[in-house]
T-cell receptor, first 110, second 111 residues
Framework: TQLLEQSPQFLSIQEGENLTVYCNSS?????LQWYRQEPGEGPVLLVT?????EVKKLKRLTFQFGDARKDSSLHITAAQPGDTGLYLC??????????FGQGTRLTINP | NAGVMQNPRHLVRRRGQEARLRCSPM?????VYWYRQLPEEGLKFMVY????????ESGMPKERFSAEFPKEGPSILRIQQVVRGDSAAYFC?????????FGQGTRLTVV
């Protein structure tokens, strides 16, 4: 059974600080996706990484896929209150049967 | 993603009733997935369908749950004789085979 573990589960920091969220597994994934979920809403896709070692940037967010395609990280620079939310990583083969981590609940305090 | 439409957004059912959850995929997407999210837990895969076919239902309980994606119309997740443990958020996602885009979910409450 493939599992994805995210750490930390909860993170509360001040506006302007940097942070990194980790997503780890003992299994290899063909691709890994990061989502952000607001309360009462569905997950919104942020990025998909498919190549080992791949780095993708989305404004202040930097996503990296591990060389062995077993882990990934999300780094946020100069966090803002608008970054507050639940961040989910999900692995699978394309969009099929995604395995989700339990999420990192991020709070950015003004 | 606003492109995947789920309804209803909220559904209240008494124990023993049936719940029907609907999902219209994004235009051009022929793959539909259903996930369940229990309170304070991550999303768990239930079933993967393409038009008129169930591709993978390994995550769906063997009893009381069924899913379909007919040639015409939305995908339907059906839960018969609901119990309190079925209370959860049910999300539908669609894809063209590469990336999955989620709807806003249906929050089912069994009273």
């Amino acid at each position: 059974t493939q599992l994805l573990e995210q750490s930390p589960q909860f993170l509360s920091i001040q506006e302007g600080e940097n942070l990194t969220v980790y997503c780890n597994s003992s299994s290899v994934f063909s691709s890994l996706q990061w989502y952000r979920q607001e309360p009462g809403e569905g997950p919104v896709l942020l990025v998909t990484v498919v190549t080992g070692g791949e780095v993708k940037k989305l404004k202040r967010l930097t996503f990296q896929f591990g060389d062995a395609r077993k882990d990934s990280s999300l780094h946020i620079t100069a966090a803002q209150p608008g970054d507050t939310g639940l961040y989910l990583c999900a692995g699978g083969r394309g969009a099929q049967k995604l395995v989700f981590g339990q999420g990192t609940r991020l709070t950015i305090n003004p | 993603n606003a492109g995947v439409m789920q309804n209803p957004r909220h559904l209240v059912r008494r124990r023993g009733q049936e719940a029907r959850l609907r999902c219209s995929p994004m235009k051009g997407h022929s793959h539909v997935y259903w996930y369940r999210q229990l309170p304070e837990e991550g999303l768990k895969f239930m079933v993967y369908l393409q038009k008129e076919n169930i591709i993978d239902e390994s995550g769906m309980p063997k009893e009381r749950f069924s899913a379909e994606f007919p040639k015409e119309g939305p995908s339907i997740l059906r839960i018969q004789q609901v119990v309190r443990g079925d209370s959860a958020a049910y999300f539908c996602a669609s894809s063209d085979g590469t990336e999955a885009f989620f709807g806003q979910g249906t929050r089912l409450t069994v009273v």
